[in-house]
């Protein structure tokens, strides 16, 4: 009789040993590769701490901290691979869902309304004083654009996601301050997608506008992409000399700072500038809003942007401008009446 194979042993687990990078690095080191100093992380994290803690008394379980870490990674470099070998000990597959995990956390409404809000009340919207000093154009309280992130081609609705320069993307509408923080996003709509119709079916344009709630006198400024409000002032398209090129003058340097605000997010948060390789297209969306929430937690603690070679200046790369609203005979002509009667009374002489 054959003698018994012997028992083969199990062989133990191995893990990588972890880096303590909140300890072991300094504040710049932590912002150039996390985005956030050792208080803003902490911060953050003490924000999902309950529910990004495990219960289980594993060893090698991640902490909130750790989470936040790795979701951080992710988003200044775009790059889920740098989370695993960057000496954060996670595999590949850990990464992934931990970056899920952390993302539906901070994605709630609760925790993205506490960082972005439109002002509506006399004394919030007084940040329109911050606007007029730019370039002499009064009661602004916002600047309004869309900009496209390119996202990997969806498994349903492909074609709905192909905007005007043929690829992939979400098109998010996002409005910013004069101290470029964000005050309204709307990240949820195809690329295909005109921004005037998602201005038209944003809560802004039905609830905050529709409804009085913003104090008469204030406006958004957006380019002729969009249509003219009492509350919206566009540009003109063929400006007459005088009050109306002024207007068009003082509008196009006040409305820059929309763009350079897109492209701070961008350089803060490189995972928006590549192609965002995750699936479905609703959880890039929850990155999109993730990080214009940590982009105004970074200027709330003037935590400032690191530098990196291939950094660019600092205004978003756009699509060619939409094509602009139909001529004035088809369109409302309150807003128009109202843009006239603006640039006549505050733009009659040269700044």
Request: glycine share 6%.
């Amino acid at each position: 009789m054959a003698a018994p194979a012997p028992l083969r042993q199990r062989r133990p687990r191995r893990f990588r040993e972890r880096k303590d990078v909140l300890h072991d690095l300094d504040d710049g080191e932590l912002i150039k590769r996390y985005r956030l100093d050792r208080a803003g992380i902490i911060f953050v994290t003490d924000l999902v701490r309950g529910p990004l803690t495990n219960p289980t008394g594993r060893n090698q379980v991640l902490t909130p901290e750790m989470k936040i870490i790795v979701l951080l990674r992710y988003l200044a470099t775009g790059k889920m691979q740098l989370c695993s070998m960057d000496d954060l000990g996670p595999s590949q597959q850990t990464v992934s869902r931990v970056i899920t995990e952390t993302l539906m956390a901070l994605s709630s409404n609760a925790i993205l309304t506490q960082f972005i809000t439109f002002p509506i009340t006399p004394h919030e919207t007084q940040r329109k004083i911050d606007f007029q000093q730019i370039a002499g154009f009064p009661g602004v309280i916002g600047a309004i654009d869309g900009t496209h992130v390119r996202i990997s081609a969806p498994s349903e609705f492909e074609g709905e996601y192909v905007n005007r320069k043929g690829y992939h993307s979400i098109n998010v509408q996002v409005i910013f301050d004069a101290k470029y923080k964000i005050t309204d996003i709307v990240a949820k709509w195809p690329g295909s997608v005109h921004d005037a119709r998602i201005l038209n079916e944003s809560s802004l344009n039905r609830v905050v506008f529709g409804r009085g709630m913003v104090p008469d006198g204030c406006h958004l400024l957006g380019d002729s992409g969009y249509p003219s409000k009492k509350w919206l002032l566009t540009p003109y398209l063929r400006p007459q000399p005088g009050p109306q090129s002024n207007y068009n003058r003082a509008h196009k340097i006040t409305r820059s700072v929309v763009e350079r605000g897109i492209g701070q997010l961008k350089r803060r948060f490189h995972v928006l500038h590549g192609e965002i390789r995750v699936q479905p297209p609703s959880k890039v969306c929850q990155i999109i809003k993730v990080c214009a929430m940590l982009h105004n937690i970074c200027k709330d603690r003037n935590i400032y942007i690191p530098a990196a070679e291939d950094d660019e200046e600092e205004v978003d790369d756009p699509l060619p401008l939409q094509p602009p609203q139909p001529p004035a005979a088809q369109r409302p002509r309150e807003g128009l009446l109202y843009r006239d009667e603006f640039a006549n009374l505050h733009f009659r002489n040269d700044n």
